[in-house]
């Protein structure tokens, strides 16, 4: 069973979740359904980004600090693919 995650970075500050979760998914044998995606905004005169992935085995949620779980149905409906399967992404998103 998959689940969603999400944590707000500031200034892109994410490339230590985008890289565990490319090992992870590599330690698993390429599951099909890891996947990180994420959207920007401005606030307070800085640049916010919100980013979402995709676990395979919700155990792996706890190796994500401060990410918390969020229900499929609380996906925003665009977002860019930072990692996974295109064919996936699309499932769930339109790409910007």
Do not use: C, N
Not at 8 to 29: F, I, K, M, V
Not at 35 to 48: I, P, Y
Request: aromatic share 12%; proline share 5%; net charge neutral.
């Amino acid at each position: 069973m998959s689940i969603w995650a999400k944590r707000d970075y500031r200034d892109r500050s994410y490339s230590h979740a985008l890289e565990q979760l490319a090992d992870q998914d590599t330690a698993s044998g390429k599951q099909p359904g890891m996947m990180m995606v994420g959207t920007t905004r401005l606030e307070k005169g800085q640049e916010l980004t919100t980013i979402y992935i995709r676990l395979t085995d919700p155990l792996l949620l706890v190796t994500y600090p401060d990410f918390s779980q969020v229900s499929e149905e609380s996906l925003p409906k665009q977002a860019r693919l930072l990692y996974g399967d295109p064919g996936e992404f699309r499932r769930f998103f339109k790409g910007w």
